[in-house]
C-alpha cells in the first residue's frame, strides 16, 4: 500500500516561498496523478493543484499565480512550491494520491499532513 | 471557482441515519457523476468513503452511502456509530477540469 510523507519548514517568514516535498513508498511516483491540498486550521480542505509523473500540471485559479509543482521521478517525489505567502496560507498541507477509480480520479491515499505557519 | 455548500453540522443517536448535503451547480456537481465523499477525524488526513457519487472503496462500510439529484449530491450513514462522528467534506470535478471541496459538515453522534 502507497505510503506518502511530507517534509519542509514549519516557519514561513511572510512574503517567502514554501517548498514542500512528498515522499513516496511501497508504489512509485510513475503511473500516477500527485496533488496537494490543504486545511487552515479549523477550515475546510482546499484543493492547491495536481502533477502527472510526467508533467502535465493542474492548479486551483485561485492559487495559479503562486503555484509551482513539480517532480522527480528517480527520487520518488513530488513537490510544492508556493510564494508570496501571507498568513492566510497559514495550513496543514496534504499531499495525496489521484487514482482511477470507476470513471475519473479521486484522492485515495493521504500523506499525514504537515502544518506550515507564516509568521515574521 | 466557489466552494460546494455543506450544512455546517448534522447529528443523530447511534442507529439512526442521517443524510449530509452537497450543492454546487451546472459546472461541478451537476455536470457529471464524479463527486466523492471525505472523512475526517480531528487531527488526522482525509479518508476517501465514496467516489463517482455512489460507490465505495474497499474497507468501507455498506453504512455509507451516496446519491444525486440535480446540482445536489448526497451522503447518507445508516445505523450511526460513535465511530462515524468526524468531519465530512464532499469533493467535486469541474467542467474547469480542476476539483473543488465543500465546506465541511461536522458530524455530531448524539
Known amino acids: 500500500q502507497v505510503q506518502l510523507q511530507e517534509s519542509g519548514p514549519r516557519l514561513v517568514k511572510p512574503s517567502e516561498t514554501l517548498s514542500l516535498t512528498c515522499s513516496v513508498s511501497g508504489g512509485s511516483v510513475s503511473g500516477h496523478y500527485w496533488s496537494w491540498i490543504r486545511q487552515p486550521p479549523g477550515k475546510g480542505l482546499e484543493y492547491i493543484g495536481y502533477?502527472?509523473?510526467?508533467?502535465?500540471?493542474d492548479y486551483n485559479p485561485s492559487l495559479q499565480s503562486r503555484v509551482t509543482l513539480s517532480v522527480d521521478t528517480s527520487r520518488n517525489q513530488f513537490s510544492l512550491n508556493l510564494s508570496s505567502m501571507t498568513a492566510a496560507d497559514t495550513a496543514v498541507y496534504y499531499c495525496?494520491?489521484?487514482?482511477?477509480?470507476?470513471?475519473?480520479?479521486?484522492?485515495?491515499?493521504w500523506g499525514q499532513g504537515t502544518l506550515v505557519t507564516v509568521s515574521s | 471557482q466557489s466552494a460546494l455548500t455543506q450544512p455546517a453540522s448534522v447529528s443523530g443517536s447511534p442507529g439512526q441515519s442521517i443524510t449530509i448535503s452537497c450543492t454546487g451547480t451546472?459546472?461541478?456537481?451537476?455536470?457529471?457523476?464524479?463527486v466523492s465523499w471525505y472523512q475526517q477525524h480531528p487531527g488526522k488526513a482525509p479518508r476517501l468513503m465514496i467516489y463517482?457519487?455512489?460507490k465505495r472503496p474497499s474497507g468501507v462500510s455498506n453504512r455509507f452511502s451516496g446519491s444525486k439529484s440535480g446540482n445536489t449530491a448526497s451522503l447518507t450513514i445508516s445505523g450511526l456509530q460513535a465511530e462515524d462522528e468526524a468531519d465530512y467534506y464532499c469533493?467535486?470535478?469541474?467542467?474547469?477540469?480542476?476539483?473543488?471541496f465543500g465546506g465541511g459538515t461536522k458530524l455530531t453522534v448524539l
Open positions: 463517482d457519487v455512489t
Open positions: 451546472r459546472s461541478d456537481v451537476g455536470a457529471y457523476n464524479y
Open positions: 502533477i502527472y509523473y510526467s508533467g502535465n500540471t
Open positions: 469533493c467535486s470535478f469541474t467542467t474547469s477540469g480542476t476539483r473543488v
Open positions: 495525496a494520491r489521484l487514482e482511477i477509480l470507476g470513471s475519473n480520479y479521486h484522492f485515495d491515499s
